[in-house]
């Protein structure tokens, strides 16, 4: 069964985009195992997240590490649209918020297809108190992607939204009268992004804002990440140990400088490569002790016959001759990384279920159905699931994957060309979203990488 095809929208690609109108990168295995260290680019969660908080804050901040990619030169540009002062030197940029109080914006807010700033930019805009009014517009991918439960949980607050469109998702206009503050529930088994976007604007409300999460969290770690920046940038917040009730006192975001860690969802892609090819890979700027969840791909990896090695400072992966199956796996809490396990699936010696991530199917793409599209293509048995995909093992056969306009699809299945010649992935150039330079990642490791533009 095949899907709609996305096609590419490039308004959202940025000027870091890199081949954002490429047709295709045709991929094959390596001369041998993927062997090497590497360093991957800056975390996309901590990235957008500081952005908006350094932004929102009174003095100037500094952050060392970002994440260059379209997700956050959108970011950027909306901060800078609404008062900010940014200058980006490298891989640090240098903020001066605007104290709790953004500017009138002369023109909508695009915000391209970053979800993190869709769920995180509303609460901020509705807790200053400028009075000025703000229309929000993303990209055709993220414009059906549902917020609607963080505005209802806003408009509890306080908020003044309103939709443009259709109800429940982007366009919105959010007018900057403040938080009145309070108790709020809203669910936590749809998105973590919206409780994350909550918690950020209550900082900034006028009295003490309790946030009651009604039902288990999707990915609690993304949730500890935003609690400990919205900390580090002086907010004052207390939370029970299964996060079912946060507080947040009314304490505004002062100026911080901030080392951001690497993303380990990117890294993700790189042990994955060891895992299938009998390689050895380290990745040296990023540890075991980190907050993101997808980290935790190691876990399932040494589930599957990898040799695995965990430091604060580097994690190291080493491929088996044959990786295991015969098993079900939840992928609740690391569901970026759902697809690099579909993609390497095929290559077990017993049948993989990936299970407990049926709210991808509302992210860039309904990345299960994707990924089961995917896997048809190459000639691998799968079933899909409600919640996730049920994967047999198979020879994996080179042929075209369709990328839907989604980064994790093209980066997931690219995983595929270091064991079959000839993959081809298609719109390569949607990896810019969270990582632009993705294919020369690759290719550094040995991979074949051939960029196609008819």
Sequence with gaps: MNITLVEPDFRARSPWSMRSTTKSVRISPAEGPVRGHYIVPGSKSFTNRALLLAGMAAGSSTLHGILKSDDSYWCIEVLKSLGATITV??????????????????????????????????????????????????????????????????????????????????????????????????????????????LMASAHAQSTVTVHITSPVVQHAYIHITLDLMRRFGATVEATPNLDTITVQPSPYQAQTVVLEADASTA???????????????????????????????????????????????????????????????????????????????????????????????????RIRAAYEALNRVGVEVAELTDGLRIRPGQPKPAAIPTHDDHRVAMSFAVLGAKVEGMEILDPGCVSKTCPEFFRYLEGTGVDVEFRDV
Aim: aromatic share 6%; with cysteine.
């Design 268 to 366: 993700g892609y790189f042990l994955a490569l060891a895992a299938v090819t009998e390689g050895d890979v380290t990745i040296d700027n990023l540890g075991y002790a980190t907050n993101q969840p997808d980290i935790r791909l190691l876990d399932v990896l040494e589930r599957m016959g990898c040799t695995v090695e965990r430091q604060d400072s580097y994690v190291r992966c080493v491929g088996p001759h044959q990786l295991k199956g015969g098993m079900t796996i939840s992928m609740k809490e690391m569901s970026d990384q759902a697809l690099t396990l579909a993609a390497i699936a095929p290559f077990a010696d017993g049948e993989v279920t990936i299970t407990d991530v049926a709210h991808i199917r509302h992210h860039e793409s309904d």
């Design 89 to 198: 030197e490298g891989d640090d940029a240098h903020i001066v918020g605007v104290s709790g109080k953004w500017q009138d914006a002369a023109a909508p807010l695009y915000i391209g297809a970053a979800g993190t700033t869709a769920r995180f930019l509303p609460g901020l805009l509705a807790a200053s108190t400028s009075g000025a009014s703000y229309t929000i517009e993303g990209s055709q991918s993220l414009s059906v992607r549902p917020i609607g439960p963080l505005v209802d949980a806003l408009r509890t607050l306080g908020a003044k939204i309103e939709y443009l469109g259709n109800h429940g998702f982007l366009p919105i206009r959010v007018v900057g009268q403040g938080l009145s503050g309070g108790h709020v529930s809203i669910e936590g088994n749809v998105s973590s992004q919206f409780i994350s976007g909550l």
